[in-house]
């Protein structure tokens, strides 16, 4: 079986298209494929599909994280199946319309001096749940630790300066935000998956913590859902722009600092969009054994 090896800003996957391979198990392979020690090395597999009849869109995408569970949509999976389409001569539009289990988002492309695409700038679209304040006080992070058998020292709340209330938003997949003062002192191997697995959220959730730097410009850092720390996160990103401009802290067009680069976030107060700009990047073609 052939297949890509793609990331945005670091967050990489395995990319396979379904027209030319089959695939039976898609939720399986990705468990196979997606270990850093055993496996290609991904934070999940990216399935490109033909679009279906309805919805005009010119490709199609199944995303599925390293855990095999399936997800609604991946804002860099989706800019590398922008390159992937366009680079292999699948489809060539521009705007380029990907179908994803969100719906179909338009991608605008710009290709390199190669004549291939190095640049995406997607419509990620409104929030499908707009940004709702949460209660996540002391007493709730401790009940949270506690609950999922995880025990750190305290202090790192104090260090990294939580701030309470946290922020959902559903970007087509759900997403809560902290705000912290210093993203760094977040032991988020510990916490994010406590709060990943939360009762309050039976689905699970994506996890970020952001430090403000100005109104137009972030740091922070993920736990995804279903994989884990990841180096980056296109709609965790597009989540915090929403989540920003609705809390007061962001101005509308907003520059995130990720740990593997940075992305360009503009929220379109008339449509209510988010704008998401970033790299697409190819590292590798291989065949696994099927």
């Known amino acids: 079986m052939k297949f890509s090896k793609m990331h945005g800003i670091g967050n990489d996957y395995v990319y396979v298209d379904t027209a030319q391979e089959r695939i039976e198990d898609p939720a399986a392979l990705a468990r196979e494929?997606?270990?850093r020690h055993t496996g290609i090395g991904a934070d999940g597999l990216i399935l490109v599909t033909p679009p279906s009849r309805a919805g005009g869109a010119?490709?199609?995408?199944?995303?599925?994280?390293?855990?095999?569970?399936?997800?609604?949509?991946?804002?860099?999976g989706v800019r590398c199946v922008t390159k992937f389409?366009?680079?292999?001569?699948?489809?060539?539009?521009?705007?380029?319309?990907?179908?994803?289990?969100?719906g179909t988002l338009e991608m605008k492309w710009t290709a390199g001096a190669d004549g291939r695409v190095s640049l995406v700038e997607v419509d990620m679209g409104a929030p499908t749940d707009p940004p709702t304040r949460v209660a996540w006080s002391r007493s709730e992070w401790e009940e949270t630790l506690g609950r999922a058998g995880v025990h750190v020292d305290p202090r790192w709340l104090d260090l990294a300066g939580v701030?309470?209330?946290?922020?959902?938003?559903?970007?087509?997949?759900?997403?809560?935000v902290f705000w912290v003062k210093a993203?760094?002192?977040?032991?988020?191997?510990?916490v994010g998956g406590a709060v990943e697995c939360h009762p309050r959220f039976p689905s699970r959730i994506n996890v970020h913590f952001v430090e403000v730097l100005s109104p137009c410009e972030v740091r922070m850092?993920?736990?995804?859902?279903?994989?884990?720390?990841?180096?980056?996160?296109?709609?965790?990103?597009?989540?915090?722009?929403?989540?920003?401009?609705?809390?007061g802290r962001l101005t509308p067009s907003v520059r995130a600092h990720l740990p593997?680069?940075?992305?360009?976030?503009?929220?379109?107060?008339k449509t209510q969009h988010v704008h998401m700009t970033g790299p697409a990047t190819h590292v590798f073609d291989g065949e696994w054994p099927s």
Do not use: K, Y
């Open 163 to 176: 701030e309470s209330p946290a922020w959902v938003v559903s970007m087509g997949n759900p997403h809560i």
């Open 260 to 269: 593997g680069g940075d992305l360009s976030l503009r929220f379109d107060e």
């Open 221 to 247: 850092r993920t736990w995804e859902r279903g994989s884990g720390i990841t180096q980056a996160c296109g709609t965790g990103a597009s989540a915090v722009c929403a989540v920003g401009v609705a809390d």
């Open 85 to 102: 389409a366009v680079d292999r001569g699948i489809a060539r539009e521009n705007p380029l319309r990907v179908e994803t289990g969100r």
């Open 183 to 190: 993203v760094d002192q977040v032991p988020l191997a510990t």
């Open 58 to 76: 010119h490709v199609g995408m199944r995303m599925f994280n390293a855990d095999g569970s399936e997800s609604e949509m991946c804002g860099n």
């Open 33 to 35: 494929m997606s270990p």
